[in-house]
């Protein structure tokens, strides 16, 4: 398919949808059910850190595991 640009409806569904996920994150890393964060990142996930270290999969959930995410703020989602 060819990338076109989103027609605003297109866009705010698109928005809407990166902030349900970025939620549905949130809800299972605070649950505290063993595997609940893990399983909703992907198995090639490279996370960078704020210092810039990439970690893999594996190694966010084992340094983290979700335990210590409280929130995130987004100053602007786009989705173009």
Known sequence: RV???????EK???EQ???AA???LL???????P???AR????DLQWVTPDGRVLTKAERVASEGGSGITG?????ISVS
């Open 22 to 24: 970025n939620e549905a």
């Open 27 to 33: 809800t299972a890393a605070r649950s505290g059910v």
């Open 35 to 37: 595997g609940a964060y």
């Open 40 to 43: 909703l990142l992907a198995d």
């Open 3 to 9: 990338a076109t640009k989103q027609q605003p409806a």
């Open 17 to 19: 949808a990166v902030r």
């Open 72 to 76: 995130r703020v987004f100053d602007e």
């Open 12 to 14: 705010q569904v698109a």
